[in-house]
């Protein structure tokens, strides 16, 4: 599933993913926080929802230029299927799985990041576990307090 809709998968694919690592490899690290931050601040509430559906609309007139270059470089980028409003979920699994390296303030494509492109079974399953470990229940149960 693309991100082009206004519906975030509440998980990337590997291949989403994959796209990001491509797409960020060279951004520096502040500048897609503050993009995030920026993006987040504007999302709206449920009542008052803001369509973020059509990347080549929003990305201008929501953001600042500095901000609205980098979004659109993901856009583009990604041929049109990373819509920037959904990369938290992106930037999660990235970050948790080390698939980018900080490099003075950039993010630069290292070992674990071409290990996980090549599809090394690995890094693979890290990112399987870290899945799986995010859908375990918040709370207890409270069936199993007994």
Known sequence: MTHSSGMASPS????EIGTAVRVLDGAPVRRVRELMNTIF?????VA???DWSDPD???GRRL???LSALARKIWEDSGKTLNPRYLYG???????LKLLDHVEGIYRLGERGRRFLAGDDAILREL???R???RRPSRPDPASET
Request: charged share 25%; no cysteine.
């Open 128 to 130: 399987v576990a870290l």
């Open 57 to 59: 609309r929003w990305i």
């Open 41 to 45: 601040d504007q999302a709206g509430s």
């Open 90 to 96: 992106h930037y999660v699994f990235i970050n948790r």
């Open 48 to 50: 008052d929802a803001v």
């Open 12 to 15: 990337p694919t590997y291949a």
């Open 64 to 66: 600042p230029d500095e």
């Open 132 to 134: 799986s470990s995010k």
